[in-house]
Each structure stands twice: as C-alpha cells, then as structure tokens.
C-alpha cells in the first residue's frame, strides 16, 4: 500500500490513517508491520464496503459507540470495523472473510 508522510494526517494521538487505500503518517514515523496490516485489513473492510460505505458506517458507529462508551477513544476503539483490525493485525496472514467485520458488532464487555 502507498505511504505519504505529512505534517497533518492522522490526528495527534494515532498512528496511521488509512484513506482511499493510501496510508497516512506523520513525517518521520516509522510504520510498524502490524500498522501496515492493521491498514490492509481497513483497506479491505473498504472495498467491500464500496468505500463510500465504509466510511458513512464508520462515522455512524463511531456516534453511536461515542453514546455508549462516553469517550472518544474508547468509542473509536469499539467501531466494528476497528475491533476486527485490533483483533487480526497480529496474524500473518490472517485468514479473513469478506464482511469478517460484522461480527465484531456484537458487544463482548
Ligand atoms: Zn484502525
């Protein structure tokens, strides 16, 4: 996946954003192996998703975490699509299937 480093992208406080299938990071960081797949597993969630989907469903799940959870990080940490990243982005490979994310739904707490 192509990697731009710039001075504004992503927030203060993470890592890397994936938009459109390109990674975002700050100048000088270093992408870590589990970020770049991290990245990848969003990077599919989004075809899938026809992109414009993807990005609409996780700015709703976001609102609707942010109410339950009362807190931005939490609330960002708990979107479905997040929650399937955070849990594979340490398997190589991780043996996905197409719409995996929709079981991280389901809250487990
Ligand atoms: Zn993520």
Do not use: M, Q, S
């Given at each position: 996946m192509r990697v731009i480093e710039n001075k504004?992208?992503?927030?203060?406080?993470?890592?890397a954003i994936m938009l459109f299938g390109v990674i975002f990071v700050r100048t000088g960081v270093k992408l870590s192996p589990r970020t770049i797949r991290h990245e990848e597993i969003h990077k599919r969630q989004m075809i899938e998703m026809l992109v414009l989907f993807f990005y609409l469903w996780y700015g709703i799940e976001w609102l609707i975490r942010l109410i339950q959870y009362r807190n931005r990080k939490e609330a960002y940490r708990n979107i479905s699509f997040e929650r399937e990243a955070y849990a594979n982005?340490?398997?190589?490979?991780?043996d996905r299937t197409v719409f995996a994310w929709t079981k991280y739904l389901k809250n487990n707490d």
């Open positions: 504004y992208l992503p927030p203060a406080g993470y890592g982005d340490e398997l190589t490979p991780y």
